[in-house]
């Protein structure tokens, strides 16, 4: 995903002759006029250029928040961290053209709590709301991830995605009656590979055999890091770096 400035940064000069939007490109202009070799500089219209510039790509990205009593002691701690997070990355948004939501999981599904936004004001207001405890629906997480991002995509195909994951990875309920939960849960995140949704995973829990985050790194190639709850101004420098790829 690219980094380059709200404006974008110059892909190359053409002929004005060539049509579009006409930003001056002032130095290829006075270098073709001056070609010529003529004495005193003269600018005609065949010396015009313009600028092209490259368009930054949109980014979004959603946070994918468990909100389950499996986060355990320091559930409180960890959501806190998961909102500041959200707060500190749209800050930074208005500037960098992206947006961000928030989808939590509990109980049995999960919800959408936060649309794409780039407003503070509306982020805040919806925060205050989140409500915690019950089983773990970690395949309705995801599956509500990739639907939230496939509509997104629809409006506008060249959008970027970055899911930040937050969870201890013990799936506990299916989203499908009866369904296997390790590859429930696996299939739903593969899916996001084939749709070129960069994954980043923050395990909030213990190392159990029922932690799938490991299985989860492994399937989509995805970084999977230890959440420390003391520090956010690092987690949100994680977050930016995959953004940046």
């Known amino acids: 995903m690219s980094s380059t400035g709200r404006s974008g940064g110059v892909l190359r000069t053409v002929p004005a002759s060539q049509g579009g939007a006409h930003e001056l490109a002032v130095g290829r202009t006075l270098r073709t006029a001056a070609s010529r070799g003529a004495g005193q500089l003269r600018v005609r219209a065949e010396d015009v250029h313009r600028t092209i510039r490259r368009q930054r790509q949109e980014t979004l990205v ?117 369904a296997d939960l390790r590859r429930e849960v696996l299939t739903e995140a593969r899916a996001l590979r084939h749709e070129q949704t960069t994954v980043v995973l923050f395990d909030t829990g213990a190392r159990s055999r029922d932690n799938l985050l490991p299985d989860i790194s492994t399937a989509l190639n995805a970084p999977c890091h230890r959440l420390l709850t003391d520090k956010l101004d690092r987690l949100v420098q994680l977050i930016e770096e995959q953004m940046r790829r």
């Open 62 to 178: 959603v946070f994918l928040v468990d909100a389950s009593d499996s986060m355990g002691e320091g559930t409180t701690a960890r959501i806190a961290l998961a909102k500041g997070a959200v707060l500190s990355l749209l800050r930074r948004a208005y500037l960098s053209r992206d947006r961000v939501a928030l989808i939590t999981f509990r109980d049995q599904g999960a919800q959408v709590l936060l649309p794409p936004t780039r407003s503070g004001i509306l982020a805040r207001e919806r925060l205050r709301r989140l409500a915690i405890g019950g089983a773990t629906p970690l395949a309705a997480g995801f599956f509500s991830a990739r639907r939230l991002i496939a509509q997104e995509r629809r409006r506008d195909p060249g959008l970027g995605a970055l899911l930040v994951v937050f969870s201890d990875g013990e799936a506990n309920v299916p989203r499908v009656r009866g």
